[in-house]
Structure formats: structure tokens, C-alpha cells
């Protein structure tokens, strides 16, 4: 295995679209960021400077890093913001990832422009699992608003109000031919006829799942989230914030240019913005056969189409993937049972525009973000920055779907981790409640991926629906969708020891405090215990 070294400038640098010139916080002057390319178990140096105004920090979606939480990086969870005018090198080793992943900030909503592609290669002797493309093509799905990120969090958490929904969408930085800004640019593909290409799509929009297709062509799904799947052929695909997928395209056509386009998903009475964002697919040397009113995409709100597409999705026993080690019944000894809500709190600031504000929660508690960094308080044995009581034992359930009173009277804030021992076989369930805007969440852990072993409507059944689990091919992933008014069952074993973050990658209900802590133990020898901390870690302000 190799060792490589990045060099992450991050600053302030203008960028025009929709007509409006702006500056984003970006990494090495470009949006998206730079990629990094490595091959399965090497280890990757990145050296973060800040040369921008405000702390803030980077995160390594996917990546587990193996007992070492220190280079994980969200902010007052694993380390305390990198200063302007500072530097932090992550140590990042690469254990059974394979495919796509990405980086991205980790503090407020940074991440909107400080974010690229994390891709890991086969290892040298290793081919994939599939005929081997002729190319590979990173296509990152973003949101652009016309504002700064970090503003616009700012100013709705001050007001206590939704933030705005996207002014655009992008695919690899260019909003395509849809949104009337002449200057605008479209993402084009450039392609041979009868070649084999490697799309590897992440979805970096702030709050929204979307729709992504090629007119005319075939998507063949084969890894998600840096793990392998079985392959199937679809028309489209659906991805969430924070999923990464690989995706194959046969270039089977002779000439011509066809539209790639995503669309928004949503379930949720609280609407993104229904932009179609275009790109071109152009076989070399032809033009011509773009047509707006070809392309294949769901509705906005085609639950069946999304429901179609995920329920696709098996684990892939190919040797080039971890082995399968989905914990059986008998082995679980942790349960843990999560609602996922987002409703109203108090508001008392003088920015408030009403006496409540926007807020999310899980088991009804919103998270608040501690002062200094989980991960630190529970190394050094900090007392008051966290407490280890989450979530209520034993497991309560309410009719998540229906009479919510007994729920909306537990509403509380607070710092909570989830503590369990190291090797404990765990299974989660994600029950998704009709509080609030009652839409859908893609739901991360950090430091792992699970198997996503169940889905159902309405709400978990401890008695019956565990028989439905898939225990054979369940996805080994790291971000879940988990349907509006129903439930997600996850199983792993808590084979890393660490302070790992858990939360909802729509930005808005994260900042709203839709997230916890899982802290893994250490176990009983140096090899299953986390590593002491670098020297060089960030120093949290004010300590
Ligand atoms: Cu994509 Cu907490 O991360
Ligand atoms: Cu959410």
C-alpha cells in the first residue's frame, strides 16, 4: 500500500453563476474541490490550512478511519475547529473502502463549497468486479444558492426560521441549461461510442435526495457507498445526501449529445425548489438531438419511483468486498430504537422573528453542539461537556404516525451519547414520525458502515416486522434513506472504538439538532483500543 500527500488550501474566491457573482470558502480555488485518487489500504496525508476568516473543519465521509477518531473531523464532536491563519494534518488509512467517497467540511453549512471527491481505486492486484471501463467520470451533485453557506444558517438559526431553499442546482459546479443565466456553463461528458464508462455520482446537495439520468442510456448500479452491490440495471437512480454511487454507462449509441439530468426527490410537505439541472453525454466530434422532453426522470414526489429504485439494492459476495458479518439474532445485545423528528422550540433570542423556532431532534432531543469536543471530554474524562444516558432505556414506543401528544412532551435539548462496549452486536431502529413536515431522512454514521437489513411503512413493529429483515444480502452502507412515516433496521458489530457522529445529512435539520453521538469503548488489548491523540490536534477556543 501506497502513502500519499495533499495539500488543502482553503480560501475565499469569487465564483458567478445565475448572473451573481459571489465568495465561497473553497479548497485550492476550485468548486467542487480537488479529488483525491488512492487505491484500497493506502494511507492519505492531508494537510487542512485555513486561510480563510473562520474555523471550521473537514470530514472523510466514509472513510472509518480505524481506531482513530482524530482525524475523523466534525466539529466539536471529534476536534475543535482549524483556526484561520492554522493547519491540521489528517492521517487517514484506508482499510475496506473500495469505489467512491467524498471529503467535506464539517462546521455549519461550509460543506455547500468545501467538498470533492474521495475515490479508492482497486488495490494493484485487485480488477473489479465488472468489465473494466474504459474511463471514469466523477459527477458531483450540488446546491448553489446566489448567498454565502455559512450566512444562511447563521441568519435563519438567529431568526429562528427555515433557511431558504437552493437557488440552483449543480453538477460538477455548472447549472446546466435551464435556469436562463446565459453565462452559466453545462457539465459535458465527452464519450466514444461502444466504451464502458465509470460514473462515480455524490450527492453533495445541502437538503436534498435527487433523481439523476441519461437520456437514452442504461445506468448499471454497482457499488454504493464504497462497498459493492449486486448489479442491476435501472433508467434512473436516487441518491441521497452524503450517498456516494458507481455507476456503469455502456456508450451504446453512435452520435449525438443527450442530456444528463437530476431532479429533486421529496416526500415532505416543506418543498426544495423543483429545479431539473441538465448536463451533456456527447459522443466525440457530434452535436445535435438534445431534447428537453426526453428525459426520463420521476416526479418530484414519486415515492413508488424512489421505493423502486432503493429496494433494489443487495449486498455483492464478490472477493473484492469485505466478507459479509451481518450479526444474526442471537448475536444482538444492543437494540436501539431512534424517532427522528423535526418540530418547534421556545425561542427566547432578541433575533427571533416569533416566540418558537424551527428545531429537530432525536427521541425527541435536540443536540447541542458542546464547546469542546466530544471525543476529548470522554479521552481526558472532562466532566459536563456530555452525557452517556441516550437513548431511553428501556426502548419507548410511541404511535409515531398518529397521536404524538406523549412524544411532543418529552421535547428537550441536550448533549447525549450513545455508549456501547466494544464488539457489541447492535441493531438500530430509525423511525421516521409525522411531526413537522413529515418527509424523509438520509441518516449517517460516522466511523462504520452497516447493513441497512429492513424498511417499512408506518410505524416499527418490535413483534412482527423483524421476520421481514434481509440477513442474507442486506447494502453495507454508511448513509440510510428513511422513509417519511416509517422505519429503516440497521445491524453491525461496534468493532471500532471511537467517538463517532451520527446525524441526518439534510443540513437543515442537522443544524436544527437532528443528530447523536455513538461511543464505542475500547476493548481489552492495544489492537481493539482507540490510538492516543496527535499532538498537533486543534486547540478548542477559550481552553
Ligand atoms: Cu457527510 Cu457527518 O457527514
Ligand atoms: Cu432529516
Not at 445565475?18 to 479529488?35: F, Q
Not at 483556526?83 to 484506508?94: C, K, V, W
Not at 411532543?408 to 451519547?417: M, Q
Request: hydrophobic letters at 35%; a negative charge; proline letters at 7%.
Amino acid at each position: 500500500a501506497d502513502v500519499h500527500y495533499y495539500e488543502f488550501f482553503v480560501r475565499e474566491s469569487n465564483f458567478t453563476k445565475l448572473c451573481n457573482t459571489t465568495t465561497l470558502l473553497v479548497v485550492n480555488d476550485s468548486y467542487p474541490g480537488p479529488e483525491i485518487r488512492v487505491h484500497k489500504g493506502d494511507t492519505v496525508f492531508v494537510n487542512v490550512h485555513n486561510q480563510g476568516n473562520y474555523g471550521f473543519t473537514i470530514h472523510w465521509h466514509g472513510v472509518k478511519q480505524p481506531r482513530n477518531p482524530w482525524s475523523d473531523g466534525p466539529e466539536y464532536i471529534t476536534q475543535c475547529p482549524i483556526q484561520p491563519g492554522t493547519n491540521f494534518t489528517h492521517e487517514i488509512i484506508l482499510s475496506d473502502e473500495i469505489g467512491t467517497l467524498w471529503w467535506h467540511a464539517h462546521s455549519d453549512w461550509t460543506r455547500g463549497s468545501v467538498h470533492g471527491a474521495f475515490i479508492i481505486l482497486p488495490a494493484e492486484n485487485e480488477t473489479y468486479p465488472f468489465p473494466t471501463p474504459n474511463a471514469d467520470q466523477t459527477i458531483i451533485l450540488q446546491s448553489w444558492y446566489n448567498e454565502d453557506y455559512k450566512q444562511i444558517i447563521d441568519d435563519a438559526l438567529a431568526a429562528g426560521v427555515a433557511p431558504p431553499t437552493a437557488d440552483a442546482y449543480a453538477i460538477n459546479g455548472h447549472l446546466g441549461d435551464t435556469y436562463g443565466c446565459p453565462s452559466d456553463t453545462i457539465f459535458l461528458m465527452e464519450v466514444d461510442s461502444e466504451k464502458i464508462y465509470l460514473l462515480r455520482i455524490i450527492n453533495a446537495a445541502m437538503n436534498e435526495e435527487q433523481f439523476f439520468t441519461i437520456t437514452n442510456h442504461t445506468l448499471i448500479v454497482v457499488a454504493q457507498d464504497a462497498s459493492y452491490v449486486r448489479m442491476f440495471t435501472t433508467d434512473y437512480i436516487m441518491i441521497s445526501p452524503g450517498q456516494t454511487m458507481d455507476v456503469l454507462v455502456i456508450a451504446n449509441q453512435n452520435v449525438g449529445q443527450y442530456y444528463m439530468a437530476i431532479r429533486p426527490f421529496s416526500d415532505s410537505a416543506a418543498q426544495p425548489s423543483e429545479f431539473i439541472t441538465t448536463g451533456v453525454f456527447q459522443y466525440t466530434n457530434s452535436e445535435g438531438g438534445l431534447n428537453a422532453s426526453l428525459i426520463p426522470l420521476p416526479a418530484m414526489n414519486d415515492t413508488d419511483a424512489m421505493l423502486n429504485f432503493i429496494s433494489q439494492i443487495r449486498y455483492a459476495n464478490v472477493s473484492q468486498n469485505p466478507t459479509i458479518n451481518v450479526p444474526a439474532d442471537t448475536d444482538i445485545n444492543r437494540r436501539l430504537y431512534i424517532a427522528i423528528a423535526t418540530n418547534t422550540m421556545p425561542c427566547n433570542t432578541s433575533e427571533c422573528v416569533s416566540d418558537s423556532r424551527f428545531a429537530a431532534s432525536l427521541n425527541n432531543v435536540s443536540f447541542v453542539s458542546p464547546r469542546i469536543d466530544i471525543l476529548q471530554a470522554y479521552y481526558r474524562n472532562i466532566t459536563g461537556v456530555f452525557t452517556q444516558d441516550f437513548p431511553f432505556t428501556p426502548p419507548v414506543f410511541y404511535d409515531f404516525t398518529g397521536n404524538l401528544t406523549d412524544f411532543n412532551t418529552e421535547a428537550g435539548e441536550g448533549t447525549r451519547a450513545i455508549v456501547v462496549n466494544y464488539g457489541d452486536a447492535v441493531e438500530m431502529v430509525l423511525q421516521t414520525t409525522q411531526l413537522g413536515a413529515g418527509g424523509s431522512h438520509p441518516i449517517h454514521l460516522h466511523g462504520f458502515s452497516f447493513y441497512w437489513v429492513g424498511i417499512g411503512t408506518g410505524n416499527f413493529n418490535n413483534e412482527i416486522d423483524p421476520s421481514t429483515y434481509n440477513l442474507v444480502d442486506p447494502p453495507l452502507i454508511n448513509t440510510v434513506h428513511s422513509p417519511a412515516a416509517g422505519w429503516v433496521a440497521l445491524r453491525f458489530f461496534a468493532n471500532n472504538p471511537g467517538v463517532w457522529y451520527m446525524h441526518c445529512h439534510f443540513e437543515r435539520h442537522s443544524s436544527w439538532g437532528m443528530s447523536t453521538v455513538l461511543i464505542v469503548r475500547n476493548g481489552t488489548t492495544t489492537e481493539t483500543s482507540m490510538r492516543p491523540p496527535p499532538s498537533t490536534m486543534p486547540r478548542c477556543p477559550g481552553t
